[in-house]
């Protein structure tokens, strides 16, 4: 294979937390209707995620080229983690907003310093290969999550949903720690 312990580590902690973030999927509307959210409501959720993601992922990449890559990747994993447990306690749209919130500014943290760490080790005879398995891993894993959160809805609750990905968020973070050691200084 093409690739190097860094980048497999990235992968398969991508891997985990895609498993994490994934299983929650199309179920989003049906649990932002369940708070009572209303069409605008849901949208208005989503909208916040994507804008702050959109708008921090700007500031952050470029700040963090003059850090410590895997810690800020770190940090929007844990933050990720900690904003997936606090769909337990959303009981209000206004309450969806704010950890929609939290977890763009998660994604900000983490997927630009994901794609640089990652692009750090890149071997220019297999980038397409090398970024074809970082593209097709993301689509593949997530549509198992989906399939899973579906199952673990259909057949307990959306607490329970919110628990296992978190958990598996957790242990995504704890993966990717391994990244502190392989990473060049």
């Not at 209707?33 to 849901?42: C, H, M, P, Q, V």
């Not at 990449?61 to 895997?70: E, F, H, I, T, Y």
């Not at 800020?72 to 929609?100: C, D, E, K, R, W």
């Amino acid at each position: 294979m093409y690739i190097t312990n860094k980048e497999r580590t990235l992968l398969i902690g991508s891997s985990l937390w895609l498993l994490g973030e994934g299983m929650l999927g199309p179920l989003f509307a049906v649990f932002a209707a369940k708070i009572g959210g209303s069409i605008l409501e849901i949208t208005w959720a989503w909208a916040v995620y994507l804008i702050i993601t959109g708008i921090f992922s700007l500031i952050i990449g470029q700040l963090s080229d003059g850090g410590n890559k895997a810690k800020v990747m770190l940090f929007g994993y844990a933050l990720n983690t900690i904003f997936t447990f606090g769909y337990i306690f959303v009981s209000s749209p206004l309450h969806l907003i704010i950890v929609q919130a939290g977890l763009g500014l998660a994604s900000a943290l983490a997927t630009p310093t994901w794609n640089a760490l990652y692009a750090e080790d890149e071997n220019p005879q297999h980038a397409g290969f090398v970024w074809g398995l970082a593209d097709g891993d993301f689509k593949f894993v997530t549509g198992i999550a989906i399939i899973l959160g579906g199952l673990v809805v259909n057949y307990w609750s959306f607490k329970a949903l919110f628990i296992i990905m978190g958990t598996v968020q957790a242990i995504a973070t704890l993966y990717q720690l391994r990244v502190l050691k392989q990473q060049k200084d």
